[in-house]
């Protein structure tokens, strides 16, 4: 089956700890972003990545980084940089920028 | 400032009745879209409307595009309890190939 996949589906922090959400997709898209949802909010742009090897920032990218060695895989890793990490952090894909997104089912965050 | 604002916030209906929501957008766009989210879920897209399109069906989702008002409204008719979730709209105004997304409408259907 064709489709995005994000492991895990939670994950817990402890404080100075950084920590690496995977993503997936065999849909051969060139562009994969990362949003962080908070609750009852909309989306917001950590990173994005139209073609292999290459990626921008978004509109909260400080305290997270991201790679873009393969075109299936481009994973977020959280920083001890990002004090307020508790979030819902979702992964999407498309064939083109702009152009419909494929979203993964999500990785949820939580701080112990 | 956000490109993409829904309205209403929240809306709670009666299964069986349509359910409208809308989307207001400040600068031109080359498209619109609107997803889907089930709580605790992953979006699913629902339409995309292009800026040279005024109307678009999609089984029981009807989308209208007015450029002029830069507005756009989803309709759905004849909800169902499954219809529950939270939806966005999308554009794509700015030109660093982002989309831009708004806070989103939560409509629950009550059976």
């Known amino acids: 089956d064709g489709g995005i996949t994000q492991s895990p589906k939670y994950l817990f922090r402890k404080e100075g700890q950084n920590v690496t959400l995977s993503c997936e997709q065999n849909?051969?898209?060139?562009?994969m972003y990362w949003y962080r949802q908070d609750p009852g909010q909309g989306l917001r742009l950590i990173y994005y990545s139209q073609i292999v090897n290459d990626f921008q920032k978004g509109d909260i990218a400080e305290g997270y980084s991201v790679s873009r060695e393969k075109k299936e895989s481009f994973p977020l890793t959280v920083t001890s940089a990002q004090k307020n990490p508790t979030a819902f952090y979702l992964c999407?894909?498309?064939?083109?920028?702009?152009?419909?997104?494929?979203f993964g089912p999500g990785t949820r965050l939580l701080v112990l | 400032s956000q490109q993409g604002e829904e309205d209403p916030q929240a809306l709670s209906i009666q299964e069986g009745e349509n359910a409208t929501m809308n989307c207001s957008y400040k600068?031109?766009?080359?498209?619109l879209q609107w997803y889907r989210q089930n709580s605790g879920r992953g979006l699913v897209h629902l339409i995309l409307?292009?800026?040279n399109e005024r109307e678009k069906h999609s089984g029981r989702l009807r989308v209208t595009l007015d450029t002029s008002k830069k507005s756009s409204s989803l309709l759905i008719t004849a909800s169902r309890a499954a219809d529950t979730a939270s939806y966005f709209c999308?554009?794509?105004?700015?030109?660093?190939?982002?989309?831009?997304w708004g806070a989103g409408t939560k409509l629950i259907i009550k059976p």
């Open positions: 409307i292009r800026s």
């Open positions: 999308a554009t794509d105004a700015r030109s660093n190939y982002q989309l831009i």
């Open positions: 600068t031109s766009i080359n498209n």
């Open positions: 999407a894909s498309s064939l083109g920028s702009q152009e419909t997104q494929y």
């Open positions: 849909l051969n898209h060139d562009a």
